[in-house]
């Protein structure tokens, strides 16, 4: 069975909600608190990135843009965004920006294939461009199953973007596709940025200044003490965040754990797995037990990176 193919405008992503960090040391106080730059930023550009506790361990994961010099909106899943603004806000001390909740300003929307030129937007631009089409952003997003994609943000007031509907299962389906994983509750605290190949998607720069859990995320790049990827996997039954992966030679200690997933409608589910390296050639995968749900393993649309 051949892989769906979605296409078109999504309804507004309940899921995503924004924070926005306004003020003339807002790009400078995220610099010093995530895995990206953003006082180099420019407004033409976008920025995944991760919020770490000091081991190191991811807590949230954003998409950033920076449309003025003094000021910085983040996407991120909103059942996280409380517990990550009141976090963030507990370091901002004397720094001259003010950290809020401004979801309710904004809505975002889901754009997929030829919905793209049909608001505007470059569908050839490369992931992590930030494009201005009035007063919305078109942020362009790694491709699944050859489709172009972009999130849509702009101020509640104006008019959606145009295009054939793509229901909100079909975009949740492409963002599994797609490789890369937006951080949700259920696997808060659980994976250093490499363990969702963060490095390999442009979400942790190497050469920026010190953050919360810098030390051991350039450790396990370079003393090559990294033992899990993020690997693609379909199954024929549900999958869920946080259930656990067990290969088969192994009934009692997990190999990995489900990260993300979404069915695709016609049958099969995807999901992207955290999982041990070793496990690859540790016999047959099964969600939740060795009983459970087999997964097969999928190629990655993106080459994994051993240089930075």
């Given at each position: 069975?051949?892989?769906?193919?979605?296409?078109?405008?999504?309804?507004?992503l309940?899921?995503?909600?924004?924070?926005?960090?306004?003020?003339?040391?807002?790009?400078?106080?995220?610099?010093?608190?995530?895995?990206?730059d953003?006082?180099?930023?420019?407004?033409?550009?976008?920025?995944?990135?991760?919020?770490?506790?000091?081991?190191?361990?991811?807590?949230?994961?954003?998409?950033?843009?920076?449309?003025?010099?003094?000021r910085?909106?983040?996407?991120?899943?909103?059942?996280?965004?409380?517990?990550?603004?009141?976090?963030?806000?507990?370091?901002?001390?004397?720094?001259?920006?003010?950290?809020?909740?401004?979801?309710?300003?904004?809505?975002v929307?889901?754009?997929?294939?030829?919905?793209?030129?049909?608001?505007?937007?470059?569908?050839?631009?490369?992931?992590?461009?930030?494009?201005?089409?009035?007063?919305?952003?078109?942020?362009?997003?790694?491709?699944?199953?050859?489709?172009p994609?972009?999130?849509?943000?702009?101020?509640?007031?104006?008019?959606?973007?145009?295009?054939?509907?793509?229901?909100?299962?079909?975009?949740?389906?492409?963002?599994?596709?797609?490789g890369?994983?937006?951080?949700?509750?259920?696997?808060?605290?659980?994976?250093?940025?490499?363990?969702?190949?963060?490095?390999?998607?442009?979400?942790?720069?190497?050469?920026?200044?010190?953050?919360?859990?810098?030390?051991?995320?350039?450790?396990?790049q370079?003393?090559?003490?990294?033992?899990?990827?993020?690997?693609?996997?379909?199954?024929?039954?549900?999958?869920?965040?946080?259930?656990?992966?067990?290969?088969?030679?192994?009934?009692?200690?997990?190999?990995?754990?489900?990260?993300?997933?979404?069915?695709?409608?016609?049958?099969?589910w995807?999901?992207?797995?955290?999982?041990?390296?070793?496990?690859?050639?540790?016999?047959?995968?099964?969600?939740?037990?060795?009983?459970?749900?087999?997964?097969?393993?999928?190629?990655?649309?993106?080459?994994?990176?051993?240089?930075?």
């Open positions: 069975m051949t892989d769906p193919v979605f296409q078109g405008v999504t309804p507004a309940a899921h995503l909600g924004v924070i926005q960090a306004e003020g003339p040391e807002a790009a400078a106080f995220l610099h010093g608190q995530l895995t990206q953003f006082v180099l930023m420019k407004p033409e550009q976008a920025r995944l990135a991760a919020l770490c506790t000091a081991k190191g361990r991811m807590i949230a994961s954003f998409i950033g843009i920076r449309p003025t010099p003094e910085v909106l983040l996407l991120c899943s909103q059942d996280i965004l409380a517990a990550t603004l009141k976090r963030l806000s507990m370091f901002v001390l004397r720094a001259k920006l003010k950290l809020s909740d401004v979801s309710a300003d904004w809505h929307h889901g754009l997929a294939g030829a919905a793209l030129a049909a608001n505007g937007l470059d569908a050839q631009a490369e992931p992590w461009r930030c494009q201005s089409v009035g007063e919305a952003f078109g942020i362009s997003l790694y491709p699944a199953d050859g489709q994609r972009a999130l849509w943000l702009a101020p509640a007031a104006s008019p959606p973007p145009v295009g054939d509907a793509l229901p909100e299962a079909g975009w949740a389906w492409q963002e599994v596709r797609s890369v994983a937006t951080l949700s509750a259920p696997v808060v605290d659980a994976f250093v940025p490499q363990m969702l190949n963060y490095e390999s998607v442009d979400g942790v720069n190497f050469k920026k200044g010190c953050y919360p859990g810098q030390e051991i995320v350039a450790r396990s370079f003393r090559g003490t990294l033992k899990r990827r993020a690997y693609l996997v379909s199954a024929d039954a549900p999958l869920q965040p946080g259930q656990e992966v067990f290969a088969a030679s192994d009934a009692e200690q997990p190999v990995g754990t489900v990260v993300q997933s979404a069915a695709s409608g016609q049958g099969p995807a999901a992207l797995v955290s999982m041990q390296i070793a496990a690859l050639q540790a016999g047959a995968l099964h969600a939740g037990s060795v009983s459970g749900p087999q997964l097969q393993v999928q190629p990655l649309p993106y080459a994994l990176r051993e240089d930075i």
